[in-house]
């Protein structure tokens, strides 16, 4: 089992560029979140999702949209980046049910300049 | 005031020490997860739980409920030790974790 990956591992784009980063997990998991790591500050919920076809916001969803069409797969865009969106993103996913152990991809480190 | 809070921010110990790396948080949870992350950057979970401890290897995990605080010990430390140690803990009635912003480990030979 590859577990949870992401694509691409690093990426620079210039402001108003758009993007879409990859989240792919093979563990059959039903929930899968979208999270932002920046210094000083712990990891920030962005967008999540509780099945196939679902989303929900999360702490600073402004900026971001996302999609969950396949169970296995859920994608992060970016429709105009701006510096402030210079991040490493990190995907989780975790079972659901009643477990809420989450697992984590290896990161997209973005910078936006 | 975050609603998970660790302490301290910053360890550095010789090998074989004890570590103790703490985590209090002010809502009511169903579950609180303890994370390393490494230098590289890849995120690991070392423990879920609700309550007692739980113990893996060197590492051990503790929860008080009624005190709302969690410790993670680490003995006869190792410099692969070294890394940053994420509390999160999941509210009552959501599925969300809500992070700490971590301890870095730093131990040395």
């Known amino acids: 089992n590859a577990g949870v990956t992401q694509t691409p591992k690093f990426r620079v784009l210039k402001t108003g560029q758009s993007m879409t980063l990859l989240c792919a997990q093979d563990m059959n998991h039903e929930y899968m979140y979208w999270y932002r790591q920046d210094p000083g500050m712990g990891l920030r919920l962005i967008h999540y999702?509780?099945?196939?076809?679902?989303?929900a916001k999360g702490e600073v969803p402004d900026g971001y949209n996302v999609s969950r069409l396949k169970k296995q797969n859920f994608l992060l865009g970016l429709e105009s980046a701006a510096p402030s969106q210079t991040s490493v993103y990190f995907c989780?996913?975790?079972?659901?049910?009643?477990?809420?152990?989450?697992?984590f991809g290896p990161g997209t480190r973005l910078t936006v300049t | 005031k975050n609603e998970v809070e660790q302490s301290p921010q910053n360890l550095t110990a010789q090998e074989g020490e004890f570590i103790t790396i703490n985590c209090s948080y002010s809502?009511?949870?169903?579950?609180l997860h303890w994370l390393q992350q490494h230098p590289g950057g890849g995120i690991v979970s070392l423990f879920m739980?609700?309550?007692g401890k739980k113990k893996h290897g060197r590492l051990i995990a503790t929860i008080n409920i009624q005190e709302k605080h969690s410790s993670l010990h680490i003995t006869a430390s190792h410099p692969r030790d070294s890394a940053v140690y994420i509390c999160?803990?999941?509210?009552?009635?959501?599925?969300?974790?809500?992070f700490g912003t971590g301890t870095r480990l730093t131990i040395i030979p």
């Open positions: 999702s509780v099945g196939e076809g679902t989303t």
């Open positions: 989780a996913s975790s079972p659901g049910g009643n477990s809420y152990e989450q697992y």
């Open positions: 999160a803990v999941i509210n009552f009635g959501n599925e969300k974790l809500t």
């Open positions: 739980l609700s309550s």
């Open positions: 809502v009511g949870i169903s579950a």
